[in-house]
């Protein structure tokens, strides 16, 4: 039995789908009427379900609208349908609902951002090198979190499992998700002492502008848990001059474009380095679980003992 709300509800989303659809179907006779038309508009947030590019539509699964209507899952008719390409289903948007205030009302939605993204898709341009097991990995040098020169050949004898992030990375999939993975790392590694002995954690910086030793620092305490002196013994935070991050971003299949605003545009890329200096393993993305590192790096010890 429908309540008179439920009811409500389904009918209200039967009006909006069949405007959705309505709009698709004629948006090139309507083009200069909704051009013109007057629209209200609320803010919408919630995550891509689906994507339809025949129609120009993606179905959003969002958190209820102020002034319009509940949380719910709908199909929405995108007013720049050339842009479906850039959406996929799992992304967080934020976007403008437009609601046209013309008897034959129509539904938009517009000034889409995509605020997290279901996975990295960005690719770079041009692939230099992609970490292959046997590599050897150049002795690249870096300043860590309390200023102090280091050199990856430093942990030669230890395995070395190293990133790639930076500080103000605004997105929770990406840099954020990178270092929650590698702190997950770094308390299970600690209730191992003999492997925590054999190996160490790098996250590297390709932020030099901003990535300051001392803001790595704050940075870095923020994930460990503390900012005591020997909080990085096992953990560095560690930035280069540009010139070396690029020959690192090269090596290490890391994919990094500086734009305006001092935006930054890249891919994910994790490598676990032998004892001997060497490429283990490459783990490209944010696919990668901490349970899936640490079983490799347990294996690596159990080889090389």
Same mark, same amino acid.
């Given at each position: 039995?429908?309540?008179?709300?439920?009811?409500?509800?389904?009918?209200?989303?039967?009006?909006?789908?069949?405007?959705?659809?309505?709009?698709?179907?004629?948006?090139?006779?309507?083009?200069?009427?909704?051009?013109?038309?007057?629209?209200?508009?609320?803010?919408?947030?919630?995550?891509?379900?689906?994507?339809?590019?025949?129609?120009?539509?993606?179905?959003?699964?969002?958190?209820?609208?102020?002034?319009?209507?509940?949380?719910?899952t709908m199909p929405y008719q995108l007013k720049d349908?050339?842009?479906?390409? =850039?959406?996929?289903?799992?992304?967080?948007?934020?976007?403008?609902?437009?609601?046209?205030?013309?008897?034959?009302?129509?539904?938009?939605?517009?000034?889409?951002?995509v605020i997290a993204q279901a996975k990295p898709d960005?690719?770079?341009?041009?692939?230099?090198?992609?970490?292959?097991?046997?590599?050897?990995?150049?002795?690249?040098?870096?300043?860590?979190? =309390?200023?102090?020169?280091?050199?990856?050949?430093? *942990?030669?004898? +230890?395995?070395?499992?190293?990133? *790639?992030?930076?500080?103000?990375?605004?997105?929770?999939?990406?840099?954020?998700?990178?270092?929650?993975?590698?702190?997950?790392?770094?308390?299970?590694?600690?209730?191992?002492?003999?492997?925590?002995?054999?190996?160490?954690?790098?996250?590297?910086?390709? =932020?030099?502008?901003?990535?300051?030793?001392?803001?790595?620092?704050?940075?870095?305490?923020?994930?460990?848990?503390?900012?005591?002196? =020997?909080?990085?013994?096992?953990?560095?935070?560690?930035?280069?001059? +540009?010139?070396?991050?690029?020959?690192?971003?090269?090596?290490?299949?890391?994919?990094?474009?500086?734009?305006?605003?001092?935006?930054?545009?890249?891919?994910?890329?994790?490598?676990?380095?032998?004892?001997?200096?060497?490429?283990?393993?490459?783990?490209?993305?944010?696919?990668?679980?901490?349970?899936?590192?640490?079983?490799?790096?347990?294996?690596?010890?159990?080889?090389?003992?």
């Amino acid at each position: 039995m429908y309540t008179e709300s439920v009811m409500h509800r389904f009918l209200f989303f039967c009006f909006l789908l069949g405007a959705v659809l309505l709009a698709g179907c004629h948006s090139g006779q309507n083009a200069a009427h909704q051009a013109a038309s007057a629209y209200t508009v609320y803010h919408l947030r919630g995550k891509i379900v689906a994507t339809d590019a025949a129609h120009g539509i993606v179905t959003v699964d969002h958190e209820a609208i102020p002034g319009f209507m509940e949380a719910m899952t709908m199909p929405y008719q995108l007013k720049d349908p050339s842009i479906i390409s =850039d959406l996929h289903p799992g992304d967080t948007i934020t976007a403008d609902v437009l609601v046209s205030k013309s008897s034959a009302q129509t539904i938009l939605l517009d000034n889409i951002d995509v605020i997290a993204q279901a996975k990295p898709d960005y690719k770079p341009a041009v692939v230099d090198h992609v970490p292959a097991p046997g590599d050897v990995v150049p002795d690249f040098e870096l300043r860590n979190q =309390d200023g102090r020169s280091i050199h990856l050949s430093q *942990f030669r004898g +230890k395995a070395l499992l190293i990133t *790639f992030i930076y500080t103000r990375c605004p997105f929770p999939n990406y840099c954020p998700l990178m270092t929650h993975n590698f702190a997950v790392i770094n308390q299970e590694l600690k209730k191992a002492p003999a492997l925590y002995k054999e190996t160490h954690l790098l996250s590297v910086s390709f =932020d030099p502008e901003h990535d300051t030793p001392a803001s790595l620092r704050v940075y870095g305490a923020g994930y460990i848990g503390t900012g005591a002196k =020997d909080a990085f013994a096992h953990w560095d935070f560690a930035v280069a001059p +540009k010139p070396v991050v690029l020959k690192m971003a090269e090596f290490f299949d890391v994919g990094i474009t500086y734009g305006a605003n001092d935006s930054i545009t890249h891919t994910l890329s994790t490598t676990l380095i032998g004892p001997d200096g060497k490429v283990v393993h490459f783990y490209p993305g944010n696919d990668w679980t901490p349970a899936q590192v640490l079983a490799d790096m347990k294996k690596l010890a159990a080889r090389a003992g």
